[in-house]
C-alpha cells in the first residue's frame, strides 16, 4: 500500500466525526476491507473457522460496516467494531459448523515451517515455534483473543471494544499469557 | 512523582504498550528506576511480548488475495435490492407452479431452473467492443429488467402468476458482460434454490468481467461459455465441483450490531 493510501486507511480508522471528503462509502468500506482483510482472515482461523468460511464472514463483516456507514451511526474505534462484528458472525457460524461436522475438515491456521537451509537450526526453531503455540493454544479463548489482536497491531481499545470487556482486562489478559509465554521462553 | 507502590501486572503491560498517558508513564518509569523488582518483572514482559511478536510474525502464512470486485457487489445489490431481482415468489408457490406445468405435460427442460431452457433462452449479446463492455458503470449493470420483457419471460416459461419473491430475472450473459435486453437472454431463475443460484452466477460474472477486462480472456469466448452452460463455466473458471462459500452465502437480513 502506499503511503498516500496508508494515511487515508489510518484517517479513516481513527476518525470520530463523518468520512473522508471526495470518497464514497462503498469506497470507504473498499479501503478498509483491503486494508484490513488479512488480519480478520487470520483472527477468524484462530477462532477455528475453515479458510473459506472466514473470507464468506470478512465479507460480511464489511456489509455490515457499510450498513453501519450508510446509517450514519457512530464511527469512532471502527477497527475495534469489525472484529467485534467479525467474532460474533464468525462464532455463529461455527456453531454451525458444529452442528454438520462434515464442512468443518479444515485445520485452523498453524505455524508455518521456517524458511532456513540449516536443519539444525530449523528443527530449532521449529520446536520453539511448536512451543509457542502449544502454550497459545492451551490458553483460554478470551487471552488467545487478546494476544493475538495485539499481534495484529490493535490497540487496547481496539481490543477491549472487539471482545467486549474493559481495557484494564485487556491489559491484565496480556500480562497473564505474557507471563505464561516467559516460563516457555525460559525452560 | 514516582509511585509509592509496586506496579502490577496490568499497569506494566499499559506502560509497555504506551497505553498511559505521559504523565502517568514518567510516574511508573520513575518508580522502575528506584524499585529492581518491578525492573525485573518489566524486562521480563517486555522480552516476553517481543519474542512473541516475532514467533508470530515468522508464523504468519500469506491470505489469499482480498475480493474487493465481490464486495462491491454484494453492497450494489444491498443499496439496491430491487433493481435486478423483481419477480420473487414463496417456495409454495413455486411448487405449485411445477405441479401445474406437470399436469400440463409441459417437458420438464421447460421448467424455471438453475440453467434455462437454451431453446427458449439461448442467450443473446449486445454487438459491444470489449472496450464499451469495460466501460460499463455499475449502474447499467444492477439495471432492472423491463417489465413487459419479464412478462414475455414468464410466459414463454409457462409461468402464469409469478408471485413476488420466487424468482429472479436473470441474464443469462449479464449487461455488464455484453448481454442483451431482450427475451432471448433472459430467464426465471428460482431465488436463492439449490446451490447454482443468481448469487453464484453473479460471482462467476464478476470474475470474468475482470478477466475480460484486464485481456486474459476473450469477450466472445466469454459470452459464449455463460451461453452454453453457466454452471461447467463456474467449475472451469474456479477449479471446483461446487460454488465457493464466499460465493454461495449472500448476505441479506438485517444488519447485526
Ligand atoms: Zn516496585
Known sequence: MSSDAWQLVSSLLNRTSSGAPGLTIEDEVTLLYRELHASLLRYLASLGLPAAEAEDIVQETFLHLFEHLRRQKPRHNLRGWLFRVARNLGRKRAALLRRSPIDAVDDPASLRCHSTTDPEEMAAWNRRQAHLANVVQALPERDRSCLLLRAEGLRYREIAEALDISLGTVASSLARSLGKLDTVNRS | ?257
Open chain 2, 1 to 257: 512523582m514516582p509511585s509509592d507502590r509496586h506496579l502490577r501486572d496490568e499497569e506494566l503491560m499499559l506502560l509497555i504498550d504506551g497505553e498511559v498517558s505521559a504523565a502517568v508513564s514518567a510516574a511508573w518509569l520513575a518508580h522502575l528506576r528506584d524499585c529492581s523488582s518491578c525492573r525485573l518483572h518489566h524486562q521480563a514482559l517486555t522480552s516476553a511480548l517481543r519474542h512473541f511478536l516475532d514467533g508470530y510474525q515468522d508464523s504468519v502464512t500469506p491470505s489469499p488475495p482480498p475480493e474487493a470486485a465481490l464486495l462491491r457487489r454484494r453492497m450494489a445489490v444491498q443499496a439496491h435490492p430491487s433493481r435486478r431481482s423483481i419477480y420473487m415468489v414463496p417456495a409454495a408457490a413455486l411448487f405449485l407452479l411445477l405441479a401445474a406445468g406437470l399436469w400440463w405435460g409441459l417437458p420438464s427442460r421447460s421448467f424455471a431452473g438453475a440453467l434455462p431452457d437454451s431453446r427458449l433462452t439461448p442467450g443473446y449479446a449486445r454487438a459491444l467492443s470489449k472496450a464499451e463492455v469495460c466501460g460499463i458503470t455499475a449502474d447499467d449493470d444492477t439495471r432492472a429488467v423491463p417489465v413487459e420483457l419479464a412478462r414475455r419471460v414468464f410466459r414463454e416459461y409457462r409461468i402464469d402468476r409469478p408471485r413476488p419473491r420466487a424468482y429472479e430475472m436473470d441474464y443469462l450473459i449479464s449487461p455488464a458482460l455484453g448481454g442483451a435486453d431482450d427475451v432471448r437472454n433472459l430467464w426465471p431463475q428460482p431465488y436463492n434454490e439449490g446451490v447454482w443460484n443468481s448469487r453464484v452466477k453473479d460471482a462467476l460474472e464478476d470474475h470474468l468481467r475482470e478477466q475480460v477486462c484486464d485481456g486474459s480472456l476473450e469477450l466472445a469466448r466469454v459470452q459464449s461459455e455463460l451461453a452454453r452452460d453457466w454452471i461447467a463455466a463456474y467449475k472451469s473458471h474456479f477449479h471446483t465441483g461446487e460454488p465457493l462459500a464466499a460465493h454461495r452465502r449472500f448476505v441479506k437480513d438485517l444488519p447485526w450490531e
